[in-house]
Nanobody, 123 residues
Framework: QVQLVESGGGLVQAGGSVRLSCAAS????????MGWFRQAPGKERQFVAT????????YYAGSVKGRFTIARDNAKNTVYLHMNYLKPEDTALYYC????????????????WGQGTQVTVSS
């Protein structure tokens, strides 16, 4: 039911930063946990970060912890992924997803997905 649209991806240099946005439509956005996942060519989709409905709790994959920050603005129905100190291995199609309640890193718990936005990190 939740419609999600990612934006902000593009070509960035290693060591640089980018902010991804995910705009959600729906009357109950503030009740959903939100997550970011990514998928590189030839690899399985992997968990990146999750934020609770209120924004009070966040959970990160070890590969991005300390470099990425997930945030949300419930007044704007938007979730963000601030990506810093980017590495070539961060290159992937990044997906935004929503889940009822707390979903953590389990993809199976997320009900709605965006179309993805490409992030390419060059050396």
């Amino acid at each position: 039911q939740v419609q999600l649209v990612e934006s902000g991806g593009g070509l960035v240099q290693a060591g640089g930063s980018v902010r991804l946005s995910c705009a959600a439509s729906g009357r109950t956005f503030s009740s959903y946990a939100m997550g970011w996942f990514r998928q590189a060519p030839g690899k399985e989709r992997q968990f990146v970060a999750t934020i609770s409905s209120s924004g009070g709790y966040t959970y990160y994959a070890g590969s991005v912890k300390g470099r990425f920050t997930i945030a949300r603005d419930n007044a704007k129905n938007t979730v963000y992924l601030h990506m810093n100190y980017l590495k070539p291995e961060d290159t992937a199609l990044y997906y935004c997803a929503s889940a009822r309640g707390w979903a953590g890193a389990r993809m199976e718990d997320f009900d709605s997905w965006g179309q993805g936005t490409q992030v390419t990190v060059s050396s």
